[in-house]
């Protein structure tokens, strides 16, 4: 079974439409996260979270917002999207004893 | 800012040599990762070396970390053209991981 699974894998979309990726994992970890990967594969942290604490890269605009409904998710929801929103998002989750556990990857093109 | 930051960005080698990746970071860590990621594909996790160990090996792969000089290297041995890939450090301090800018290697057959 795969571990951390998001969906959708790929995400085509017009500009100024609001999209969400929805991200789950069976390892009963604590710690969730989602990493954006840009054209030149530059690979950013843009949340963790945990069932205490949301703690947000300064850079990431405030169109993006996780939302954990449980343990197990964490989606992400992306308001009024741009062209440069265009990345591959990366969700993954920790049990804070340094092993990270990485998604397959949503392509999301904005056009 | 990137933590990490790998060189070279590219490297080209034939098959059954060694290829070494080097990484260096700026502030102090828990650990340090390795990850490889195909193309269009995700993150495969290497290998992790903590802040207190020198070296580790995992098969054909060989892990350094020299924290004096904040800097980690990544020596794949007998190379194979299934490695062609791209290549990250990652650092862990204590909110997340922190990529560096990777390092495409292609392994000529």
């Known amino acids: 079974d795969t571990a951390v699974s998001q969906t959708p894998k790929y995400l085509v979309t017009q500009m100024g439409n609001d999209k969400s990726i929805k991200c789950e994992q069976n390892l009963g970890h604590d710690t969730m996260y989602w990493y954006k990967q840009d054209s030149k594969k530059f690979l950013k942290i843009m949340f963790s979270?945990?069932?205490?604490?949301?703690?947000i890269n300064e850079t990431v605009p405030n169109r993006f917002s996780p939302k954990s409904p449980d343990k197990a998710h964490l989606n992400l929801h992306i308001n009024s999207l741009e062209l440069g929103d265009s990345a591959v998002y990366f969700c993954a989750s920790s049990q804070g004893d340094g092993s990270y556990t990485f998604g397959s990857g949503t392509r999301l093109t904005v056009v | 800012s990137q933590q990490g930051e790998e060189d070279p960005q590219a490297l080209s080698i034939q098959e059954g040599e060694n290829a070494t990746m080097n990484c260096s970071y700026k502030t102090s860590i828990n650990n340090l990762q390795w990850y490889r990621q195909n193309s269009g594909r995700g993150l495969v996790h290497l290998i992790l070396i903590r802040s207190n160990e020198r070296e580790k090996h995992s098969g054909r792969l060989r892990v350094t970390l020299d924290t004096s000089k904040k800097s980690s290297s990544l020596l794949i041995t007998a190379s194979r053209a299934a490695d062609t890939a791209s290549y990250f450090c990652a650092t862990d301090i204590d909110d997340g991981l922190t990529f560096g800018k990777g390092t495409h290697l292609i392994i000529q057959p």
């Open positions: 979270y945990n069932n205490k604490e949301l703690i």
